[in-house]
């Protein structure tokens, strides 16, 4: 059959309008593909996808157009046997026919190869293909020390930290420094490191593990009475030295002039030329200052003392080195010294030539101090973006996502920053810590299976109360209510009788949330008899037990006690308050009420309006509750694990407008 002959039919039997259609069709959807695709934050590989599903659509398209259009329309002349009879139901193949399928397998073949080059393009990476993970992290490892004397390790230490300083303040990329390097040896398993103790050899290890694209090294040594340093900047992902700089010398008694002058060379790389004389606007602080800072570091978690004499050292050898004076007001904010710490934060206010970093932590600590969560947040995103993986930078972005603004759909993202899978908890300050954080802003977004499945590994392990209280709560919320059996009948193993009573009430409070009082109630017969009503310590938490089983008449006593020895324990206030109410002593209880609210002063973070929202609450008195409750938030109020939406005393105003205002307050 002629070729001309062939077209002219398809034509006439509409297989190259067919053939248009589609064509014309497919080009329109990839066009709208890749318009869209970014928007809905889709890869623009999704149009590579719909190419290759269209190339191989179009061959079984042109079959189809020959099966349902033109076979039941052609006409077909039986296949005869040899005999010159008819064969039942087979019929010859017409020249137009063979020509046809002739085309449809070209066509075939040309999809197939445009399908292909398209996967290799896209989806394979050819064996010779070199690649990197290129990232903008930039390790430090520490300074090597070849003078032979141990007592000058100090002088690597403060050189690292003098460079890291001119890269974060010119946000040259995010520093992975011999603390964070040091933080994952110790916490990562021995699996993920070499047998042999060499540091160096872990060191490499380790930035393998963190992936940074350039590493800074080098060493330093006396000649001569003089000390020289030397350095080098290596591309990790190239496994090739970048640039070697030229040893620098300074006298033996002055190392901070080597350290200025290296830092000098590092930043003049990294940054240009007319950017490089901003870096030498702040000074190194003097020796014996970053040495008693160093020292007081490594007393940090041990003898609180000690601990802020060397920090007070530190700022006595050098009044204008800055980070003692940070870590001293977060060490009398963290034990609640709030007025200590204000009073540092003006000192630290007046003082002059400041940088931008330095800035936004002064201002992340007095939105902390007025509990303005909203720019606390917006503060320490800041300094996340800085160091993200950073353990203590990243546990407290989590931490203010969370209890602070109410963010649980931000967490994850911060959480798989630092891969944990390798992670020892028993060494690690603030895994534990990450773990809660993270299972909770499960549980507050209803994913219940996620947080089992993060902590149930945890669950027949000593310790780690804190997780498996998270984990009970998940258990609870979720309707697991053998797995909630099985942990209480865990407890009977348990020695210490203060840690079991404990971990009953949090399983009884969780219960009432959800409604189902004989449950709670049972929990608390249990814990009740592990209290001793004679011992002084056990008093608050027999009274806390006994309100929630709704003996108000014995816990009276037991609340009043632990309301008497700390009167700043509003939470205790609440409860005595109520307590008195069901009793029938309204005027003693509004006189404590109103006595409590003459208690309210500063730095009190909303913890007296809460404790009258309690009140409020646990007397059905709605509007009184709810006002209480925003004025809580607003004061600075956090959302703790037993607050707000976790509180059972307030279960009956969860579906509460005003309520949903009040969680999403500080957003």
Request: hydrophobic fraction near 40%; include cysteine.
């Amino acid at each position: 059959m002629k070729l001309n002959k062939f077209i002219r039919e398809c034509r006439e039997n509409n297989v190259l309008k067919n053939l248009s259609i589609y064509i014309v069709s497919s080009w329109v959807l990839l066009q709208v593909i890749a318009l869209i695709a970014e928007p809905l934050g889709f890869s623009l590989k999704i149009v590579a996808y719909g190419l290759i599903a269209l190339l191989i659509g179009f061959p079984l398209y042109i079959y189809g157009v020959w099966k349902f259009q033109l076979a039941p329309n052609l006409n077909k002349k039986p296949l005869l046997d040899p005999e010159g009879v008819p064969v039942p139901g087979k019929f010859q193949k017409s020249p137009f026919q063979q020509l046809y399928f002739s085309f449809l397998a070209i066509i075939a073949l040309i999809c197939t190869g445009i399908v292909l080059v398209i996967v290799n393009r896209n989806f394979v990476k050819p064996t010779f293909e070199v690649t990197f993970e290129q990232s903008n992290k930039i390790a430090v490892l520490q300074f090597e020390n070849l003078t032979g004397d141990s007592t000058k390790n100090i002088i690597g230490e403060m050189a690292v930290d003098w460079i890291i300083h001119g890269i974060t303040r010119n946000k040259l990329g995010q520093v992975i420094s011999p603390q964070i390097i040091d933080d994952y040896s110790k916490v990562l398993r021995a699996s993920v490191l070499p047998a042999d103790n060499s540091v160096v050899r872990n060191n490499i290890r380790v930035t393998e593990y963190l992936k940074p694209s350039k590493i800074i090294e080098g060493d330093y040594y006396l000649r001569d009475g003089r000390m020289l340093f030397q350095c080098s900047i290596t591309d990790e992902a190239m496994n090739r030295t970048l640039v070697s700089f030229d040893p620098v010398s300074c006298d033996a008694e002055s190392p901070l002039d080597c350290i200025e002058a290296i830092n000098q060379r590092i930043l003049g790389y990294f940054i240009e030329e007319e950017r490089a004389a901003e870096s030498l606007e702040e000074h190194p602080p003097r020796y014996e200052a970053y040495e008693l800072f160093s020292k007081a570091k490594s007393w940090r978690n041990e003898d609180d003392r000690q601990y802020l004499d060397l920090l007070n050292a530190s700022i006595d050898a050098d009044p204008d080195f800055f980070e003692p004076k940070a870590f001293r007001f977060m060490y009398y904010f963290n034990q609640g010294m709030y007025r200590t710490s204000d009073s540092l934060l003006q000192l630290m206010r007046r003082e002059t030539g400041l940088y931008d970093r330095q800035q936004v932590l002064l201002n992340l600590y007095d939105a902390l101090l007025r509990g303005n969560h909203r720019n606390v947040y917006r503060y320490q995103q800041g300094e996340y973006n800085i160091t993200p993986m950073h353990l203590e930078t990243n546990s407290n972005m989590m931490l203010f996502s969370l209890q602070l603004t109410n963010r649980p759909g931000a967490v994850d993202s911060i959480f798989q920053e630092i891969d944990m899978s390798e992670m020892d908890l028993n060494k690690c300050d603030f895994c534990v810590e990450r773990y809660k954080i993270k299972a909770m802003s499960e549980i507050d977004m209803g994913n219940y299976q996620q947080a089992i499945a993060l902590l149930e590994p945890f669950s027949r392990q000593s310790g780690f109360w804190t997780l498996k209280k998270i984990l009970l709560r998940a258990y609870v919320r979720a309707g697991r209510w053998e797995a909630v059996e099985d942990m209480m009948e865990n407890l009977q193993v348990v020695s210490d009788r203060n840690l079991k009573a404990d971990f009953l009430l949090f399983g009884a409070k969780e219960c009432l949330r959800e409604g189902r009082t004989e449950d709670a109630h049972a929990y608390l017969d249990q814990a009740l008899p592990l209290m001793d009503s004679q011992r002084d310590a056990d008093g608050p938490l027999l009274g806390e037990l006994l309100f929630y089983r709704d003996r108000h008449d014995t816990a009276e006593p037991y609340l009043k006690e632990g309301y008497q020895r700390d009167s700043t324990n509003f939470n205790y206030g609440a409860l005595l308050a109520i307590t008195l109410y069901k009793k029938g002593k309204i005027e003693e209880a509004e006189a404590l009420i109103g006595a409590m609210e003459n208690q309210r002063g500063p730095y009190q973070y909303g913890e007296v309006f809460y404790s009258l929202a309690q009140f409020y609450a646990g007397t059905g008195q709605e509007k009184a509750c709810l006002d209480n409750l925003l004025k809580a938030i607003a004061e600075g109020h956090w959302y703790e694990t037993g607050a707000f939406h976790n509180d059972p005393l307030l279960r009956m105003y969860y579906d509460r407008e005003a309520f949903g205002r009040i969680m999403r307050y500080w957003q």
